[in-house]
């Protein structure tokens, strides 16, 4: 039986995603995708574009991810359990506190949570910043599922192997 998987293309200067049902590559379900990740909590999102939270929301949830949203860095710094999450999904440039100040911040208390950037806005420099602070994987907008989901097995491998702690 064939499941299916989400695309996420995000339109332009619209500010607004399209999510996209595809068929699963043969001999592979969603179940198969997230079998060997070491999920030890929730997945957040920390983005200002309401439709990537969303859609990114909604595709994690369709692979069978429990999922927190949060609208700015400020908001997840706010967060009471940042150590529960597993890893953290994060636009780089933000009003306020961007993803890379965030992941700076996380840093500097201690917290290891895995991180993977997005973002609509790339240069080198931003990516060599924050690939450099370890984050897992620097992706840019439209991403598909493929390079996320191989972004989050990879940071939760790595959160595994820290012993699962923040």
């Known amino acids: 039986m064939a499941t299916d998987l989400i ?5 332009g ?7 996209t049902r595809l068929a699963a590559p043969q001999g592979q379900s969603d179940r198969d995708s997230r079998d060997d990740l070491m999920l030890t909590g929730p997945i957040a999102v920390v983005d200002d574009d309401a439709s990537v939270r969303k ?3 909604l595709l994690l949830e369709s692979f069978g991810f429990e999922v927190l949203v949060f609208d700015s860095a400020d908001g ?3 967060f009471d359990r940042p150590g529960a999450v597993s890893c953290l999904i994060v636009d780089v440039q933000m009003p306020g506190t961007s993803g890379l ?3 700076h911040t996380l840093t500097e208390k201690g917290n290891k949570i895995p991180v993977v950037f997005i973002t609509a806005y790339e240069n080198a420099a931003s990516r060599e910043q924050a690939m450099q ?3 897992v994987a620097f992706l840019s907008k439209p991403f598909s599922e493929g390079p996320l989901l191989d972004a989050i097995r990879l940071a939760l491998r790595r959160r595994h192997d ?3 702690t923040s």
């Open 55 to 57: 859609s990114t929301k």
């Open 13 to 19: 200067g619209s500010g607004r995603a399209r999510v």
């Open 7 to 11: 695309a996420i293309a995000q339109h």
């Open 162 to 164: 820290r012993g699962g």
């Open 76 to 78: 997840f710094l706010g």
């Open 101 to 103: 100040q965030l992941q």
């Open 133 to 135: 602070a370890g984050a």
